[in-house]
């Protein structure tokens, strides 16, 4: 395991930097987790959002990302790291969920279950490290 990403270990949350069509970066912190046996063989970590959110949409157009640790209020704390990022299929969305939830347990079933009740659909992104 590389340096870079061994910093995401320990970390609770990233920050993940998408960007604009004027290529301006855009930074949110967010939950992840880790794929222990990456379909793809590469560092892939699954993060959730909805799915007609501001960083789909920059994905959309450029799946090219960074991220870095940091904390709930997106303080970066450590370095950053180039990677791609995807909109899942059902299947690995699932997995994804799964990771999801194993990680953060109580806290996120918590949070699925109010957003099911607003009527909220989550999509799953896999951001993936060469």
Do not use: H
């Amino acid at each position: 395991m590389s340096d870079a990403v061994a910093q995401f270990a320990n970390a609770k949350y990233f920050s993940l930097e998408t960007f604009r069509k004027t290529g301006v970066g855009v930074r949110t912190p967010v939950w992840f987790a880790e794929d222990p046996i990456p379909p793809s063989g590469k560092t892939t970590f699954y993060v959730y959002t909805l799915p007609d959110s501001g960083k789909v949409k920059r994905i959309r157009n450029n799946p090219r990302v960074r991220i870095a640790p940091c904390n709930m209020k997106g303080d970066v704390k450590g370095t950053w790291v180039e990677a791609r990022a995807r909109l899942c299929n059902s299947d690995e969305a699932e997995k994804g969920q799964t990771l999801l939830n194993d990680k953060y347990g109580l806290p996120k079933r918590i949070g699925d279950f109010f957003s099911r009740l607003r009527g909220r659909v989550q999509c799953v992104l896999a951001i993936e490290i060469d």
